[in-house]
Each structure stands twice: as structure tokens, then as C-alpha cells.
């Protein structure tokens, strides 16, 4: 109760700031848009520039120029960093992209056209353009394009105390990192120690007798997905990449790689949903159609394949009208059963908790689920066809078409997305589709079939 009433404390405050923030915009009052945004965190910033309108956008961009930094850059949501890249002068563009890190210098150029890559590439020191172009070089969504190349790393020969003075004269040191990764002499990385185990030790300690136990490399190529599944699996802070000759590249942190969770979970929700996994409220009219009419065209072609089955009970229907009411009951609950199914294989394949080491027990568990509540609702169908419709017969098929369907429901919601996945597709893009078409068919087939033998 105290976390909602914080939650509800926080949304007042966001939206007493937004509206402040467009009464200083209405008076083109420089002085107290300033006042308002000093004070908050760039991701703060970005989401208030996301939730005002393009025009308010470029109002603010020219009142609060001064205060756009690389933080800034790196929080905008892409689907309006473009635009913001686009208003703001070259100069402005260049001092920001030169205070961020290599990993957020790319993930800012990956969603821009090549004209303003070159813009920012232009802007970066000779040193940092190149680490940031060979990170460009790697695969898209890969390791190489995830890390940074900023790291500390120290001789694996060396003791604390060396490691210490080496961190205490260096003026190179990035701005954030958590481990100090040790090195051969032909530069591969062969463990990692922490700083807190560094500044615990004493100075004689050499640095290989510390060395923490997680360490773990992940090769440039790798996709991101399996890193921030390591990340996960390991609890890692950080990771070194190497190259394909298991040299030192760069190091992924754990900021990263929780990005990398976060983005995949949001495009499994999208894709899930139908809309694209890439859709965003920023998005406008014609961008919002474009993702989202191939689901419905593709759901219009399912839904007729429904409605031939339906087509071929033309005359039990005829005969018996009271089937027409009750046949989006039983497809609606082997949707939602479905549905339920479906999610948890999803994220299951996506954290890698369902393998075909388990699936079979999964399956099991799925069809003992599906036919207890068809079992449960059967009863309740049953006892509604009977008493409240005065057609006991009906009731009847009313539930075994319950169960029916739900143990099928159940099943698809958990092979579909298995399939799909040995298949090499992704299951979180047409799973729904596949599963909802399963138990509207299955749903209509069973209910009218049984009603056909039975009652007529």
C-alpha cells in the first residue's frame, strides 16, 4: 500500500512538472525552464521530451539548448532522437557525443540515417571514431556492438599494490568501471578482480590469488541475447570481449546487458500482441498502420478459416439457433486458456527455463492443467445448459467441448511457440496467431460436432 501511494506521489509530481514546463514554454520563459530541468536526471529530461509534441520539442530544444549533454542524447527514446539530433546545431550535437563512452556512441548511431552518423562520427576525437567504427564493423545486435572499449586492465603478474598506484596515477580511467581485468602477455584476458577486493587486500597480495570466481568471457560475434543471458544466469557486473583469437576487444557492464533484458522483453510483449517490435506511442498515423495492418490482414485470413468450419454446421445451426450464442463461450475460453499457456512458453524460451531437456514435463503439466479446468467449467457449462436452457443434452456437450478445447488450448499454447522455435522463428512473433487460430477451430469443430451427433 505504501509503494502504490509513492507510485501515485511520484505521477503527481511528473505531472505538475510537465505542466510547469509548458506554461514556461507558452511564456518563452528561458529563465524558468531552466529552474525546472537543472535539478532532474537526464532520463527525466527524456521522457518529458517525449511526452510533449514536436513543436513544444524544438521550443524547448532552442530555449534549454545549452543544457543538452551526451546523458541526454543517450536517455531519448529512438523514436524521437533523430528529430532531436536533426534540430540541434552541429556544435551542440559534437560536445555531447564526446562526453559519452563508446557503447552509447553506437547505440545512438544505430538508429540514425547515414547523414547524421556522419555528424556525430565527424565529432569524435580520431581514437574514439575508430573504436567507434570497428564496434560498427561487428554484427548488429552482437556483443561487439554492446561493449565499450574503454576497460582497465593490469599484467596478471602483478600485485595489488601495483595495481593500486597504476589506478591512483592514471588520468585515463573511465568514468565508471567495477572490475580490473588481468592480462597475458599476448593480451588475453585471464581473470577479473573486483575494487572492493583490491582495496580489502594487501598490497602483496599478488592480483591472480584474488581473481573473483564468476569471470567469463563472451566472444564480439555472440549475440547480445546470450549475453545478457550470461549476465542473468551469473549475476555478472561486467564482462570482457574478446576477439576471435581470444584477445581483449572491450568490456560489457551490467547496465548494458539489462538493456539488452528490458528490450527483449518489450519486443516479446509487442510481437505478442501483434503490433510490431518496434512500436512506439511516439510513432505516427501512418508509421502505427504500416506495423500493425500484415497482423490484422494475417488474422483476417485465420478468422476465415473459423468461419469455414463454422460453414459446415450450417444446418445444425439452422435447426437448433441457441448454438449460435453459445459458440464464442467455448472459443473465448480456449483463447484465453491458450493465451495463458502461450505467455509462459514464451518467456520461458526467452530466459532459456523451457528446453527440450523439460518440454516434455512441461507438457504434461500443461495438459493435466488444461483438462482439470476444462473438467472445472465443464460442470458449470453443464449445469447452465441443463437448468437455465431446459436441454440437458446440451449441457452435455457443452462440457465435453469445454474440456476438449481447453486441454487443446493448453497443449498449443506450449507446443506452438516450441515448434516454432526448433524452427528457428521466433515464437513470440506468430505464436499468438497460430495458437488462437488452434482453438477457435478446435473450439467451433468440437461444440457444433458434438451438437450434430448428439442432438440431432
Known amino acids: 500500500m505504501a509503494e502504490d501511494w509513492a507510485n501515485r506521489d511520484d505521477e503527481a509530481e511528473a505531472s505538475a512538472r510537465l505542466t510547469a514546463v509548458r506554461e514556461a514554454l507558452h511564456d518563452s520563459n528561458a529563465e524558468a525552464l531552466e529552474a525546472l530541468l537543472e535539478p532532474l536526471h537526464p532520463a527525466d529530461i527524456a521522457d518529458l521530451l517525449e511526452q510533449i509534441g514536436q513543436g513544444e520539442r524544438e521550443q524547448l530544444l532552442t530555449l534549454w539548448r545549452g543544457g543538452v549533454d551526451g546523458d541526454l542524447l543517450s536517455e531519448i527514446d529512438e523514436s524521437i532522437r533523430e528529430e532531436v539530433i536533426d534540430f540541434l546545431p552541429d556544435d551542440v550535437v559534437a560536445e555531447a557525443v564526446r562526453e559519452l563512452e563508446t557503447d552509447d556512441v553506437v547505440d545512438i548511431l544505430e538508429d540514425l540515417d547515414e547523414p547524421n552518423q556522419e555528424k556525430i562520427l565527424g565529432a569524435l576525437e580520431r581514437a574514439d571514431r575508430v573504436a567507434v567504427e570497428r564496434a560498427m564493423g561487428y554484427p548488429e545486435y552482437s556483443a561487439g556492438r554492446l561493449m565499450q572499449r574503454e576497460v582497465v586492465v593490469a599484467p596478471e603478474h602483478w600485485t595489488v599494490g601495483e595495481a593500486i598506484d597504476f589506478l591512483r596515477g592514471s588520468d585515463t580511467l573511465p568514468d565508471q568501471f567495477y572490475h580490473v581485468i588481468l592480462l597475458d602477455p599476448r593480451m588475453k584476458p585471464t581473470g577479473y578482480v573486483t575494487l572492493g577486493r583490491i582495496l580489502s587486500a594487501a598490497r602483496s597480495t599478488p592480483l591472480r590469488e584474488i581473481i573473483e570466481d564468476s569471470y567469463r568471457t563472451v566472444r564480439a560475434t555472440d549475440p547480445e541475447a546470450d549475453v545478457a543471458y550470461i549476465f542473468q544466469q551469473y549475476h555478472l557486473i561486467s564482462c570482457p570481449v574478446v576477439d576471435e583469437n581470444g584477445r581483449l576487444v572491450g568490456v560489457i557492464t551490467i547496465d548494458d546487458a539489462m538493456n539488452v533484458l528490458d528490450e527483449e522483453h518489450e519486443e516479446d510483449m509487442l510481437r505478442l500482441a501483434g503490433v510490431g517490435d518496434e512500436s512506439s506511442i511516439q510513432d505516427g498515423v501512418f508509421d502505427t498502420i504500416k506495423s500493425r495492418i500484415p497482423w490484422l490482414f494475417i488474422n483476417l485470413l485465420t478468422a476465415n478459416i473459423s468461419a469455414l468450419v463454422i460453414g459446415q454446421f450450417e444446418s445444425t445451426i439452422g435447426q437448433i439457433v441457441i448454438l449460435a450464442a453459445l459458440m464464442p463461450i467455448i472459443a473465448s475460453m480456449g483463447g484465453i486458456a491458450g493465451t495463458q499457456s502461450l ?85 513470440a512473433l506468430a505464436s499468438g496467431t497460430f495458437v488462437m487460430t488452434v482453438t477457435d477451430v478446435v473450439g467451433f469443430f468440437a461444440f457444433l460436432g458434438l451438437a450434430t451427433v448428439m442432438l440431432l
Open 343 to 427: 505467455t509462459i512458453a514464451v518467456r520461458a524460451l526467452a530466459t532459456r527455463d523451457l528446453t527440450v531437456s523439460n518440454a516434455m514435463r512441461v507438457v504434461r503439466r500443461e495438459a493435466a492443467v488444461g483438462a482439470i479446468n476444462g473438467l472445472s467449467f465443464a460442470i458449470l457449462m453443464g449445469l447452465a445448459g441443463w437448468l437455465i436452457l431446459g436441454l440437458p443434452m446440451l449441457g452435455v456437450v457443452l462440457a465435453l467441448a469445454m474440456v476438449i478445447n481447453l486441454c487443446v488450448a493448453a497443449l498449443a499454447g506450449i507446443l506452438v511457440p516450441l515448434a516454432l522455435d526448433r524452427m528457428g522463428f521466433d515464437p
